[in-house]
């Protein structure tokens, strides 16, 4: 049978697809790109915020139609919202053929066997039999599992459980054979990956793993995403500045900085604690590039806190920034808080940070123009006339990009050297 798959959320979210889609290609089913053709169709939900889950509801009943015409026999539907919502998911959504939650994926392929083939099937979701969906040079290396940070906002603990770190020695085996499958850039993922090893080594070894998978023979660029300030170390830092195939790139989701707003959000961490941080990184790794995640609209977040963070904003600490408006999550303690913001007054605020992010953006763009830099080629623009492609200052699907003017015919997953001409809001423009 044709199985095609639907995949929505995060990185984290999508090595778990990968597997499945693993699961099935072991089963000798046929992968088919196209879900119009598809017997079984399999989405992968999100459920962390409200536009999440509604475009996954919106999926479903998109997939929900080829069922109805004929062309689907069997719609499935796996991930976190299923996670979260399982019982009404069921009663509202009778074209649904299968729910699995996360908490069922030990037994992923049984649940499918039971569906479809009427014969036992056995295979686990396995980190080592993955079908990687970003390409043949980058791919993500998910670390650990779940949050313990509790966060007052998030759901996330509660739909992934605690957070557990997978044992190095396992991580370090999938690293090594993605490297023979010829992957060039691995970004390390986990909800937060500075706390990995905590739960099972009883202190951090991020930057331990790091030097590990620099070894590694066959990769060229190393990233890590997702640094909580607190747990951000002078030995971390230096493991980054030491070796050469990590990418200079910081994601640390600071969401707030002021101290009365973070002190809401359960956040282990303080304005002074976040820009000591900072500064500690611009000192040793002046060319490195910070992003961060900000939440505006908080329960409680008065006018002076939200100007407090607009003008932290503008001190330009952060080369790239994303902004969410908060969203009241089932079951959470902040869905409980008083003074819950109006949306209207989220949106202004939401769009006052934008704005003065995307001016930050421009200024700082225009200090690469003359420079060169390593890019890797990763495709053409829509027209075909320029190539795109990406410097260590970037990560995929959430950064700008490079787009390439050349005569010469360049390979996708090749890096070649390119000098900046121009710039965009998000984007560099570039020549060979």
């Known amino acids: 049978m044709r199985v095609g798959f639907v995949h929505l959320g995060c990185s984290k979210n999508l090595i778990d697809t990968e597997m ?24 992968n939900t999100c459920g962390f915020i409200e536009s999440a889950k509604q475009e996954a509801i919106d999926t479903i009943l998109e997939m ?31 074209e649904v ?62 739909i992934r459980g605690p957070f557990v770190s997978r044992k190095m020695e396992d991580i370090l085996d999938e690293a090594e054979l993605l490297a023979q499958k010829g992957y060039k850039e691995i970004i390390v993922i986990a909800q937060d990956t500075t706390k990995y090893g905590v739960d099972i080594y009883g202190e951090p070894k991020l930057a331990e793993l790091l030097e590990k998978l620099c070894r590694i023979e066959g990769f060229k660029w190393i990233r890590f995403l997702y640094s909580y300030p607190e747990s951000i170390t002078e030995e971390l830092i230096q493991v ?23 002190k809401k959000m359960n956040r282990r961490t303080t304005r002074e604690d976040i820009i000591s941080k900072l500064e500690m990184i611009k000192k040793e790794l002046p060319n490195a590039i910070l992003r961060t995640s900000l939440i505006v609209g908080f329960p409680g977040e008065t006018e002076e806190d939200f100007e407090e963070l607009y003008n932290f904003v503008g001190k330009g600490y952060f080369d790239k920034l994303g902004v969410f408006k908060y969203s009241k999550e089932d079951n959470t303690p902040a ?25 930050i953006s421009k200024e700082n763009l225009k200090k690469y123009i003359g420079k060169e830099y390593e890019v890797l080629i990763e495709n053409k623009n829509y027209d075909g006339k320029l190539y795109v492609g990406r410097t260590y200052m970037d990560i995929p699907d959430t950064d700008g990009e490079v787009f390439i ?24 423009i570039g020549e060979i």
């Open 335 to 359: 869905e409980r808080l008083p003074e819950q913001v109006h949306y209207k007054t989220k949106q202004k605020r939401f769009d006052k940070i934008m704005t003065l992010a995307n001016e």
């Open 240 to 262: 980054v500045k030491n070796n050469d195939k990590i990418c200079k790139y910081f994601d640390i989701p600071i969401q707030h900085i002021s101290n009365k707003i973070l």
């Open 64 to 94: 929900a139609k080829y069922k109805k015409i004929g062309i689907c026999k069997y719609l499935i539907v796996m991930g976190c919202l299923v996670e979260r919502y399982q019982k009404e998911l069921k009663k509202a959504l009778p």
């Open 405 to 428: 003017k050349t005569n010469k015919n360049l390979k996708t997953g090749t890096w070649e050297k390119c000098k900046i001409t121009d710039v965009k809001e998000y984007d560099l």
């Open 97 to 158: 053929d299968l729910f699995i939650p996360i908490n069922k994926y030990n037994t992923f392929a049984e649940e499918i066997g039971k569906l479809i083939k009427q014969e036992k099937m056995s295979q686990k979701l396995d980190y080592l039999n993955r079908v990687i969906s970003t390409g043949n040079t980058t791919t993500y290396l998910k670390i650990a599992e779940g949050c313990s940070n509790r966060c007052t906002y998030c759901a996330i603990p509660y």
């Open 20 to 43: 499945a889609i693993g699961v099935f290609k072991d089963e000798n089913y046929e992968i088919v790109n196209d879900v119009k053709k598809a017997e079984v169709i399999v989405v």
